[in-house]
């Protein structure tokens, strides 16, 4: 639960790679020293960051009560978070309720339970690699929506869909050599 530690935001795609899963696992473990993750309880990314991390350590945001058999019982969402939401989605007004709950979801994701503490960074896998507003592509998918608020509050990206970041990230981490024999 959020208590005025230092926050940073794990997502990213259902998609991502099988590697990087594994590499956002040990971020995930790396960073629970310093920092609580944000995230969303969605298969893929989302998991891979709370793999090795206790629940104290990470503050999940789900769009409903038990989505994807999540414990988390962060599912109450602030009524703001949509209309922020509804302001980085050109098709908003078209959306399913269910599908409207998940993007707003994501607001929470980067700015916290009451949306007034942002997280430090993210650190995500689209596609794309994209990191910045004008980056943001279809391929980024529903992981577009966080990045998109995240730039609004300048909030720093690191997409490891992006080659020269993923090389960045092993390298800092000594993440390389693991990374390589996955």
């Not at 979801?105 to 993210?122: A, C, M, T, Y």
């Not at 994209?130 to 980024?140: G, L, Q, R, S, Y």
């Amino acid at each position: 639960m959020e208590n005025g530690n230092r926050y940073y935001t794990g997502i990213g795609s259902r998609k991502t790679p099988e590697k990087i899963l594994k590499i956002f696992a040990k971020l995930g473990e790396i960073y629970k020293e310093k920092y609580t993750l944000r995230s969303g309880g969605a298969p893929g990314a989302d998991l891979s960051f709370e793999e090795l991390i206790s629940p104290t350590e990470s503050t999940i945001f789900l769009p409903w009560k038990g989505f994807n058999n999540h414990p988390s019982t962060l599912f109450n969402q602030h009524p703001q978070a949509a209309i922020i939401a509804s302001k980085h989605h050109a098709a908003w007004i078209y959306l399913a309720a269910s599908v409207q709950k998940l993007m707003a979801r994501n607001v929470h994701q980067v700015l916290g339970v009451s949306l007034d503490k942002p997280s430090e960074f993210i650190i995500c896998w689209t596609e794309d690699g994209a990191t910045k507003k004008e980056h943001i592509t279809k391929k980024t998918g529903g992981t577009g929506l966080a990045l998109s608020v995240a730039c609004e509050y300048n909030i720093p990206i690191y997409n490891l869909g992006n080659p020269d970041i993923l090389e960045l990230f092993l390298n800092n981490y000594n993440l390389k050599e693991y990374y390589e024999s996955i």
